[in-house]
């Protein structure tokens, strides 16, 4: 792979978004997993209902949704995609002290959708703490990968054992 021409950037270094005229329309699916850890005061909260924003699972749903919907605004490179569904979840996890943020996004495109679910979960988490930033600012966003992809040139793809 070292040895593989960088895609996004022309023979003279410059980036540029990379063609896929080319490339045959195929069914692509993504999925991207991530977690927003806090305070277990903090958790407790949010599963009550009591944060003084409002419903915390269900503006971070709304917000992942819509992130997915603009990429191509967040990442420069990124084409627009026609987006056939895109489902956001949020499951508190009491025990780890966390939400974890898993999107499922999919398309019927030339290019896949990792960047389109990778976004959602990103915006998922920062809503989350946006929201809650006032009750606890070492609240932290990370792990934030992808977890399982199908469709185009290169077929299926999951992370070792997970999914």
Same mark, same amino acid.
Do not use: N
């Given at each position: 792979?070292?040895?593989?021409?960088?895609?996004?950037?022309?023979?003279?270094?410059?980036?540029?978004?990379?063609?896929?005229?080319?490339?045959?329309?195929?069914?692509?699916?993504?999925?991207? $997993?991530?977690?927003?850890?806090?305070?277990? +005061? @903090?958790? &407790? *909260?949010?599963?009550?209902?009591?944060?003084?924003?409002?419903? =915390?699972?269900?503006?971070?749903?709304?917000?992942?949704?819509?992130?997915?919907?603009?990429?191509?605004?967040?990442?420069?490179?990124?084409?627009?995609?026609?987006?056939?569904?895109?489902?956001?979840?949020?499951?508190?996890?009491?025990?780890?002290? $966390?939400?974890?943020?898993?999107?499922?996004? +999919? @398309?019927? &495109? *030339?290019?896949?959708?990792?960047?389109?679910?990778?976004?959602? =979960?990103?915006?998922?988490?920062?809503?989350?703490?946006?929201?809650?930033?006032?009750?606890?600012?070492?609240?932290?966003?990370?792990?934030?990968?992808?977890?399982?992809?199908?469709?185009?040139?290169?077929?299926?793809?999951?992370?070792?054992?997970?999914?």
């Amino acid at each position: 792979m070292a040895d593989e021409p960088l895609s996004h950037v022309d023979e003279k270094g410059r980036a540029r978004m990379v063609s896929v005229a080319g490339k045959a329309i195929t069914h692509r699916t993504c999925v991207a $997993r991530g977690e927003v850890r806090m305070a277990s +005061e @903090t958790l &407790a *909260r949010i599963s009550e209902g009591t944060i003084p924003k409002g419903d =915390v699972l269900l503006t971070a749903r709304l917000a992942g949704i819509q992130a997915a919907k603009r990429t191509d605004q967040w990442i420069p490179l990124c084409h627009s995609l026609p987006l056939d569904g895109v489902e956001v979840s949020l499951q508190p996890d009491r025990e780890g002290s $966390r939400v974890v943020i898993e999107a499922s996004v +999919e @398309t019927h &495109a *030339r290019t896949g959708v990792e960047m389109e679910a990778l976004v959602a =979960v990103a915006a998922a988490g920062l809503t989350v703490y946006d929201m809650c930033k006032a009750i606890d600012r070492a609240i932290t966003i990370g792990e934030i990968q992808l977890v399982r992809k199908s469709g185009g040139k290169s077929g299926e793809w999951t992370r070792g054992g997970e999914g």
